[in-house]
């Protein structure tokens, strides 16, 4: 299956329009005019007391990515009781829909392994690079780990392409880099290897390195080898880039609030992220500028 060059998300705007109406028009094909303001009373994480209908609303109305947001936010209580089951219902009409993240979502709801694994290669399938990564990790066959994490790392998840070479090292271990290349060499040694390994990248990121950093918030968004704590991956993200000056963290934290992965899309912040991850040297985040 070939994938599909992915465009510069700026490279449609016109920023003294941007500057007119106050956001950013993200679109998924080709330029368009920007869209309508979304409606009112959408439900943000902040909020005590949320009406989370007009959510379910837009998501039965075709809208997948709106359904795994109201899958979060019913998996989690954002307002709401929690109720893993609802949450499942809702990622699984998303997946349906063609939302990657709702796939992988579904899958990682599950305590069978095979079929969470089955939902990160469909996920992957529909577009998520985070699904890819999960593939690959979970895959014993280094052949095609490699090949998932070549596609997530084509969708933008910077991890995929650290992990691609899984069969070797890619090149000399850099400095700061220690517990990163450590728990790397840990992949293929199963339940214990994988301890050592995420005791190591915790140890890493308490020591600054970046790469530890993103790679321990990346496992925590999946749960794969550690507890799923999604808020901890975003915390993670930014502490890579604010504290760390990590552009790839930066990046990554930028991909959060354009695509409304466990935070609010805000698109002010889309474009911040971006600038300082082109700033700090990260080529992803260049390439999403103008």
């Known amino acids: ?29 080709g330029c368009a ?8 009373n959408i439900l943000t994480f902040s909020a005590p007391n949320t009406k989370i209908g007009n959510l379910e609303e837009l998501c039965r109305g ?14 989690w209580g ?7 089951q609802l949450a499942k219902k809702f990622w699984g009409i998303g997946c349906k829909m063609g939302d990657g993240l709702s796939c992988v979502w579904k899958g990682r709801g599950e305590k069978n392994s095979t ?21 690959g990790l979970m895959e014993i066959d280094q052949n095609r780990s490699g090949e998932f994490f070549k596609k997530g790392c ?17 090149g000399e271990e850099k400095k700061g880099e220690t517990s990163f290349f450590n728990w790397k060499k840990t992949l293929k040694d199963g ?4 301890k050592r390994g995420v005791i190591s990248l915790q140890k890493g990121c308490n020591r600054g390195e970046e790469k530890s950093c993103v ?15 999604p808020q901890k991956g975003v915390k993670l993200y930014r502490k890579s880039c604010l504290k760390l000056k990590s552009g790839d963290g930066c990046y990554l934290l930028g991909r959060l609030y354009l695509r409304g992965i466990w935070v609010e899309k805000d698109y002010w912040q889309v474009l911040k992220f971006f600038r300082k991850a082109c700033k700090l040297g990260s080529p992803w985040g260049c390439k999403e500028l103008p």
């Open 1 to 29: 299956m070939g994938e599909k060059k992915e465009k510069n998300f700026f490279s449609c705007l016109n920023f003294k329009r941007v500057v007119e109406i106050g956001i950013i028009a993200i679109l998924g094909g």
């Open 33 to 40: 005019s920007p869209p309508p303001p979304p409606p009112p």
């Open 62 to 75: 075709g809208d997948g990515e709106k359904c795994r947001k109201v899958g979060e936010i019913y998996r």
């Open 78 to 84: 954002r307002g709401v009781s929690p109720n893993p």
């Open 115 to 135: 079929f969470w694994k089955e939902m990160a290669e469909e996920g992957c399938q529909r577009g998520s690079g985070l699904g890819c990564v999960m593939a």
């Open 154 to 170: 084509q969708n933008g998840e910077v991890v995929g392409c650290w992990l691609e070479n899984r069969k070797g090292e890619s």
């Open 191 to 194: 339940k214990k290897g994988w």
């Open 215 to 229: 790679t321990l918030g990346t496992l925590s968004f999946l749960g794969v080898g550690v507890e799923w704590e």
